[in-house]
């Protein structure tokens, strides 16, 4: 299956399925000398993990990398660092009712057309497991960052239609929504409570931050930074849609309300997000994700099995009521690995 490389210079290429015996990464160029350890990943890992069955799978993994390649001594040596992640909670029951079945609003039908074969043991590559590999990788693009003190922080700006009223960037690592709004909290968790005892799922926004980014990040034309991130960001499961800055809602405003005047101390505003043609601007670097509901829900829908039967379905199993707040950690992994990405080719030019 092509399609699994992503990045220039730091290059990763993941693999694996939610239901095989492990996935992995490995990660091609990057810089020798940057201290790394497993417990460096886990921290990582640790947080897209699920927490919290009440709005999350009841799968339990134990989500530990193990380092294969590229690191000695405690440092990268510059040479391909290859990273597995075993899965040690596979359970294949709940799919067996529709093993010939296409799940409405999932990857099935798709992967059947397009290969005319899918591994039938759950999400396969379709899968949200397949997002710990991301999480693994991002953990090392955020040492690259880390030398250059750019930090990266996404959390949960709306979920279940309930909108985080407040940014208290304090709050996101208090709770297990990442939300920056305590008193949004409970609300959200009696809405997904709601959800799930009818069956269904929910969606929301994620909004990503990522600060102290020099000016200069981005390669015009076909690279421009804002396309990198929308297609980072696009390339994860239930994402729907990017907005950089203002984001559509540009769309509504005049020219001398989304302009960001300049000043000697900087832009006197950020409607930009931080990019202008394609190319950082030394700003705040703003990016929402819109993500869907989960497609696999308990509440009856019509699909048609392999053979073309029209039928109903009712999905069983351990799966999360929303991929907020699990995607969360994905979102900051996936701008990671593009900044990371992005400086490693200035610094090339210069
Ligand atoms: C972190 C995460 C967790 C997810 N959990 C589930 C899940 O439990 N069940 C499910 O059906 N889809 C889940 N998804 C969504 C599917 O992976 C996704 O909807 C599917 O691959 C179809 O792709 P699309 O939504 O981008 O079209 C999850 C996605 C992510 C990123």
Redesign the pocket.
């Known amino acids: 299956m092509a399609g699994n490389t992503f990045g220039t210079i730091f290059r990763i290429t993941t693999w694996g399925e939610s239901h095989g015996p492990a996935l992995g990464v490995v990660i091609d160029g990057c810089p020798p000398g940057l201290t790394l350890s497993a417990e460096d990943i886990d921290k990582e890992l640790a947080w897209r993990r699920a927490r919290d069955t009440r709005v999350s ?1 009841s799968r339990r993994e134990p989500d530990l990398a193990e380092i294969l390649s590229g690191v000695f001594e405690g440092r990268t040596t510059g040479t391909p660092i290859s990273l597995v992640i075993h899965n040690r909670d596979v359970d294949s029951n709940a799919y067996e009712h529709i093993w010939n079945l296409f799940r409405p ?3 099935d039908y798709t992967y059947w057309e397009k290969y005319g074969i899918r591994d039938r043991r759950g ?1 396969g590559r ?3 497991r397949e ?1 710990v590999a991301r999480v693994a990788a991002g953990a090392v693009a955020k040492k690259v960052l880390d030398q250059h003190n750019i930090t990266v922080l996404a959390y949960t700006l709306a979920l279940g239609g309930i909108r985080a009223q407040k940014l208290d960037f304090d709050e996101i690592y208090k709770n297990s929504l990442f939300c920056p709004d305590p008193d949004a909290v409970p609300r959200i968790m009696q809405r997904l409570q709601e959800v799930k005892e009818a069956g269904d799922s929910v969606g929301g926004v994620v909004e990503i931050r990522a600060q102290g980014c020099p000016a200069g990040l981005g390669e015009p034309v076909f690279a421009k930074l804002d396309a990198m991130l929308a297609a980072a960001l696009m390339g ?4 729907k849609g990017v907005e950089i800055g203002s984001g559509f809602a540009a769309s509504d405003m005049l020219g001398s309300e989304n302009n960001d005047p300049l000043s000697p101390e900087g832009f006197l505003s950020n409607n930009a997000g931080g990019i202008l043609g394609g190319i950082s601007n030394g700003d705040e670097i703003v990016a929402r994700v819109a993500v ?1 509901p ?3 829900i308990e509440k009856e829908q019509q699909t048609i099995t392999e053979d073309g039967e029209v039928t109903t379905l009712s999905v069983k199993g351990r ?2 009521v929303s ?1 907020i707040p ?2 969360v950690p ?1 979102c900051t992994a996936m701008v990671r690995l593009v900044l990371a990405d992005m400086l490693l080719q200035q610094k090339a030019i210069r």
């Open positions: 799978t609003g999932h990857a999400g379709a899968s949200g997002t994860i499961g239930a994402v869907k989960i497609p696999s799966h999360d991929a699990r995607i994905v």
